[in-house]
């Protein structure tokens, strides 16, 4: 078993992170002329425990509530998919992005249940594009972004911030419309992925550790 969770994949590259960004923005503009498709397209609780509607789990993750939320999800995955699709091949990119987008969805769920938010809506590809950038800034450490373009800061950095700010932004408003800890679950996927599959620890790299 261990082997075949490490096992890597042949190199290649077939640019998959853009076709991700091309399926967003198709089903955008289903979902704005068809606006009840955001009703089977979004997870919601109560939809997968009544009628097993097992899909949003992946459908989540293409769905968004409006043009600026799709314009911020696709920025990030272009500026750090696309480099780090590179970096891994895009069948390792491929696989890491669906286990840490539905590994999100799957957390958000159970947060759900537990907190008895039945009906709520889940939509975007928030999770999957944080874990994109924490696993940007783990083989990519020193390359710098400039945060709301104009504030130069590490990569690392960048992710040490957001997650801080996800934390508090969650424990200081329970009742935002923004699933913080849909951000925290695709940081957590990423780590996990990261360490037990490509074994680095994103510890070590963010921390400077030998």
């Known amino acids: 078993m261990k082997n075949i969770i ?5 190199y ?19 979902t704005n002329f068809r606006p009840q498709y955001l009703y089977y397209f979004s997870m919601r609780p ?12 992946v459908t989540y993750m293409f769905t968004h509530a409006n043009l600026t939320h799709i314009l911020f999800n696709m920025l990030g995955l272009f500026f750090f998919g696309f480099a780090l699709e590179r970096k891994l091949g895009s069948r390792e990119f491929l696989l890491f992005y669906f286990f840490c987008g539905i590994g999100a969805g799957v957390f958000s769920f159970f947060f759900y249940v537990t907190t008895g938010n039945l009906g709520v809506y889940l939509l975007g590809a928030s999770g999957a594009v944080y874990a994109v950038l924490l696993a940007y800034a783990v083989f990519f450490p020193n390359a710098v972004i400039y945060v709301m373009g104009i504030i ?3 990569s690392t950095w960048v992710v040490i911030i957001y997650t801080a700010i996800e934390i508090f932004s969650q424990l200081g408003n329970r009742y935002s419309s923004t699933a ?3 951000h925290l679950a695709g940081f957590a996927f990423a780590y996990l992925y990261i360490w037990v599959r ?9 921390f400077r550790r030998r």
Do not use: C, E, M, R
């Open 6 to 10: 490490k096992k890597p994949f042949a």
């Open 12 to 30: 290649s590259y077939s640019n998959f992170a853009l076709f991700i960004i091309a399926i967003n923005f198709l089903v955008f503009l289903l």
């Open 46 to 57: 109560i939809n997968i425990i009544n009628v097993q509607a097992y899909w949003q789990f």
């Open 152 to 154: 130069p800061l590490k």
């Open 180 to 182: 913080h800890f849909t």
């Open 198 to 206: 490509l074994g680095i620890n994103p510890a070590d790299v963010f």
